[in-house]
């Protein structure tokens, strides 16, 4: 086997290590939230280090996720699925499995919702999106988050704002620029804009596309994560 041929196995050999690290941190995060859960602050001295490294468990879990799911859409291997959703519904179960870790925090969740609001999306990759932008809210906000959907001139809109110090300008213009302009040279590397805009790239409906947004002020204050779908 001659040196290219074994830069053209690389990436795969990379996918499938990840893929392994992604199943193994699985397995540790389950554990995590079971002990958490069993695990409370009263009766457990550890409980603010089981939380710290719930969150951090849970991230470096999205993260792995994510960059699978990049590497599958580049190499043409993903398919999106667009099911028809109910948004409410779906919002309260991507609540529910963050609830734990915004509890811990005093966090508390606000959502604004039509209840007869249904749309076409990806239901496993939108949750992946909000759920890594309620990842962050952990660490971001200070005690309060409002989760919204409404319809807005053909598109389907979910925001997640905050009551923290908003988002800092390299995000800002990560979120602003083409999938495939995105850089990763500023001191964070924006992977989860990043995936948001590409998964949200992916929507497409009667020549539209959908897209994300990032700002600051909005209800609470502080930063406003906006994904729109077609």
């Not at 606000?110 to 209840?115: G, I, L, Q, V």
């Not at 990043?194 to 596309?209: E, P």
């Amino acid at each position: 086997m001659n040196t290219s041929d074994r830069k053209g196995d690389f990436p795969e050999i990379l996918a499938s290590i990840v893929h392994d690290m992604k199943n193994s941190l699985g397995m540790i995060l389950t554990a995590v939230d079971e002990t958490v859960s069993d695990c409370g602050p009263r009766n457990c001295p550890s409980s603010r280090h089981l939380s710290q490294m719930q969150y951090e468990t849970k991230r470096l879990n999205n993260n792995l996720v994510q960059l699978l799911t990049l590497y599958k859409m580049d190499r043409a291997q993903y398919v999106p699925t667009i099911t028809d959703n109910p948004v409410c519904e779906f919002i309260e179960e991507t609540i529910i499995q963050n609830k734990p870790l915004l509890d811990y925090r005093g966090i508390d969740v606000a959502t604004d919702c039509p209840e007869e609001l249904y749309w076409f999306f990806d239901r496993n990759l939108i949750a992946g999106v909000i759920n890594n932008i309620l990842n962050n809210a952990y660490r971001y906000a200070n005690n309060m988050l409002r989760i919204c959907a409404r319809e807005e001139n053909g598109y389907l809109v979910i925001s997640v704002e905050d009551n923290g110090a908003g988002y800092p300008e390299e995000m800002m213009t990560i979120a602003g620029q083409e999938a495939g302009e995105t850089s990763f040279s500023t001191g964070s590397t924006g992977l989860g804009i990043y995936f948001a805009s590409i998964v949200a790239g992916l929507h497409k409906n009667r020549g539209k596309s959908g897209r994300i947004e990032l700002k600051n002020g909005c209800s609470l204050g502080g930063g406003c994560f906006s994904v729109y779908l077609p």
